[in-house]
C-alpha cells in the first residue's frame, strides 16, 4: 500500500505520471458545504489558489450528486461531456483540455474535496478513472490539513 504524498507538488507528479494530465487542480469543501475552494492549481493565471464555485450555482447537479454527495468518480471522456457538465468548458477547452477526470477526496466516510485531473479529448478511460482514485486516496491528509487551514 502507498504512503500518503508529502505535497501537492509531490501529487501533481504522480498525476502527470500516472494519470497524465495538462491541468490538474484540488479543492476543498467550503464554507459550510456552500462551494468549493481551489488549494492546489498547476494553472494559477487562469485558475489561481483561493478561487471557489458555488455548489448551488456554479456545479451541475448530476455532477454534484455522483461526486461529492454519491462519492463517485466522474469521467468526462471527450468535449460534450465537459460542455455539459462545466459551465467553464471555454476555459477549459482553451488549455487545450477536453477530458476529465474528477475524484472526491474522503476523509472518515464523509467527502472533503476533490481531485481534478484534466488532459486532451480521448485521454481518458477506466483505467485513468482508477490510476486518479489512487492519487486521490494518497492525498487525504493534503487536503485534511488544507481544510483545517481554511476553517
Not at 18 to 36: C, H, K, P, Y
Request: aromatic share 8%; hydrophobic share 40%.
Amino acid at each position: 500500500m502507498s504512503s500518503q504524498f508529502e505535497s501537492f507538488d509531490d501529487v501533481y507528479a504522480s498525476a502527470r505520471d500516472t494519470v497524465g494530465v495538462r491541468l490538474f487542480t484540488a479543492s476543498v469543501i467550503a464554507d459550510e458545504g456552500g462551494s468549493m475552494a481551489r488549494i492546489y492549481t498547476t494553472h494559477p493565471g487562469v485558475y489561481p489558489v483561493g478561487g471557489k464555485k458555488t455548489l448551488a450555482g456554479d456545479t451541475n447537479p448530476v455532477w454534484l450528486e455522483q461526486v461529492l454527495i454519491g462519492q463517485q468518480p466522474f469521467l468526462g471522456a471527450d468535449r460534450e461531456a465537459v460542455r455539459a457538465f462545466f459551465f467553464d468548458s471555454g476555459t477549459i477547452e482553451s488549455l487545450g483540455c477536453g477530458a476529465i477526470v474528477n475524484v472526491p477526496v474522503l476523509s472518515g466516510g464523509r467527502t472533503i474535496g476533490s481531485m481534478n485531473f484534466l488532459a486532451p479529448e480521448g485521454s481518458y478511460d477506466q483505467s485513468s478513472v482508477d490510476a486518479a482514485v489512487e492519487v486521490a486516496r494518497r492525498s487525504v491528509r493534503l487536503l485534511e490539513d488544507a481544510l483545517a487551514a481554511t476553517s
